[in-house]
């Protein structure tokens, strides 16, 4: 059965940084496209990031651009994504979700700037 | 960039009724296009890729059809779990992007 599970969210000052963890199961992460989708409190979906398979092109929205970063770990089959300089604009639920049309979702991780 | 719009924005509906949502790209996006379910509170759920193939386990009563600029997600026959919002997404150019999403309640 193919799961992902997020961690790493919680609350951070503005100009902060956070890491989030995508941990894959039932398939090999380093097989598939996977993207990180945002969506801030009773806002609508937005596509953040996109890795390909081979795990060198990485595609950003302009509005991490430059401050967010993903990552993969094939070994630990985990996807990685790594935010600095946090805006309070940034606050939402970050889903981790495999494939270039996604067909699985993770649950989500809260991650909230605030001072 | 690509941008995506839904309509209607809400709709309200009964159980058994035929619900159609619109989406459409601002430019081509060929076939590229997934459709989602989001209840409140849960994650989105993956109904179908590639403009009208159903993701596995799916339900039939779900389908979805278009191509170039115009899609189209039809529920035959509403069933009470199918109420909740629904987005479209384009994957044909990056960045890809959401359709503002469309509610359906009672």
């Known amino acids: 059965e193919v799961q992902l599970v997020e961690s790493g969210g919680g609350l951070v000052q503005p100009g902060g940084s956070l890491r989030l963890s995508c941990a894959a199961s039932?398939?090999?992460?380093?097989?598939?496209?996977m993207n990180w989708v945002r969506q801030a409190p009773g806002r609508g979906l937005e596509w953040v990031s996109h890795i390909h398979i081979s795990g060198t092109t990485i595609y950003y929205a302009d509005s991490v651009k430059g401050r967010f970063t993903v990552s993969r770990d094939n070994a630990k089959n985990s996807l990685y994504l790594q935010m600095n300089s946090l805006r309070v604009e940034d606050t939402a639920i970050y889903y981790c979700?495999?494939?270039?049309?996604?067909?699985?979702w993770g649950q989500g991780t809260l991650v909230t700037v605030s001072s | 960039d690509i941008q995506m719009t839904q309509s209607p924005s809400s709709l309200s509906a009964s159980v058994g009724d035929r619900v159609t949502i619109t989406c459409r790209a601002s430019q081509g996006i060929s076939s590229w296009l997934a459709w989602y379910q989001q209840i409140p509170g849960k994650a989105p759920k993956s109904l179908i890729f590639?403009?009208?193939n159903l993701q596995s386990g799916v339900p039939s009563r779900f389908s979805g059809s278009g191509s170039g600029t115009d899609f189209t997600l039809t529920i035959s026959s509403l069933q009470p779990e199918d109420f909740a919002t629904y987005y479209c997404q384009q994957y044909n150019t990056y960045p890809f992007t959401f359709g503002p999403g469309t509610k359906v309640d009672i």
């Open positions: 979700a495999r494939g270039r049309g996604i067909s699985h």
């Open positions: 039932g398939f090999t992460v380093s097989g598939y496209e």
């Open positions: 590639a403009a009208s």
